[in-house]
């Protein structure tokens, strides 16, 4: 019988099915940095067909829900709006930070929003840290520090890719605050889809001012790239968010920067220097504190 790691007690729902779910979400999410190194158009325009090619399907998921929970107007609609910029930002940063920096890195930093928001937190509630909340952000500054110089070393551009990639995460946490506002009373779906009416625009103008190439020769990787991050990595972790502890989601979104590592060393010939791994270490561990603190659970989009 399953058991909930913070009370010993039966977990309700928990179950192999659910678990294979949860552990297919982060696998398919950790493919992402991947897949955009292969398309064929430029970075930012990759996550533009990300969303775009999703859209359609995510708004045939938001039907399922209830009708209450699909309307948003007023102040409601100028917020999740407002969360879409952030979000199109968000993405557009990690994914220039992709082209440069390691794919480890660039998993890592990217979900480093969630340290971001314990911090926050602290702030918004006015009270004293607790000493796995002051562990948690020492750690991610610790490791954060050790990666980059791993990067400066190896050329001024990787550093550049590790800085974007650490705004991408400020900007995801930026989001997250103001989805928070609303999502209440919003379906997951509905809310997602009425946010892509401002990023999906957005990316595109960014890859144009860019100059990048938007329309691609090759649609595998994005079509690839939309069906692992948007659906499946989403859809999946939507899923399986339900079922398990806040601890068990943090360890298990860890899984992804090993396997961004492992794509990186096999498929690019990344290596990971002994200062590159003991920062990972040490933000993935900050990273599993601030997901085992964080009530509700935050999930990257």
């Keep these: 019988m399953a058991t909930s790691l913070e009370t010993g007690s039966p977990a309700p729902g928990w179950s192999a099915r659910h678990l294979a779910a949860l552990l297919l979400a982060n696998f398919a999410l950790a493919l992402g940095p991947f897949l955009v190194r292969l398309a064929d158009t430029g970075s930012v325009a990759a996550g533009f067909w990300r969303l775009m090619i999703a859209m359609p399907f995510v708004f045939l998921l938001s039907l399922g829900e209830p009708a209450q929970q699909r309307r948003v107007g007023g102040a409601a609609l100028l917020i999740v709006l407002g969360a879409g910029v952030a979000f199109a930002l968000d993405l557009a940063a990690w994914h220039i930070g992709i082209e440069t920096t390691k794919l480890a890195n660039a998993s890592l930093f990217g979900n480093g929003g969630s340290v971001i928001l314990m911090a926050w937190g602290l702030i918004a509630a006015r009270r004293q840290p607790r ?62 889809f009425n946010s892509m009416f401002a990023s999906v625009p957005l990316m595109f103008l960014i890859a144009w001012a860019r100059g990048e190439a938007i329309w691609p020769g090759d649609w595998t990787p994005l079509l690839a790239l939309a069906f692992t991050s948007q659906l499946v990595g989403q859809g999946f972790l939507v899923y399986s968010l339900r079922n398990f502890p806040p601890l068990i989601i943090g360890l298990a979104l860890l899984t992804q920067p090993a396997i961004s590592a492992t794509i990186g060393w096999l498929a690019f010939g990344e290596v990971l220097t002994r200062g590159d791994v003991t920062g990972m270490i040490l933000l993935a561990g900050a990273l599993a504190m601030a997901k085992a603190g964080d009530r509700p659970l935050k999930v990257r989009s």
């Design 131 to 192: 000493l796995l909340e002051l562990t948690a952000i020492a750690a991610a500054l610790s490791g954060a520090a050790l990666l980059m110089g791993g990067s400066l070393e190896i050329s001024r551009a990787n550093l550049i890719g590790d800085l974007y990639c650490l705004l991408a995460g400020f900007l995801y946490a930026v989001y997250i605050l103001m989805i928070g506002a609303v999502r209440y009373r919003l379906g997951q779906y509905s809310l997602l």
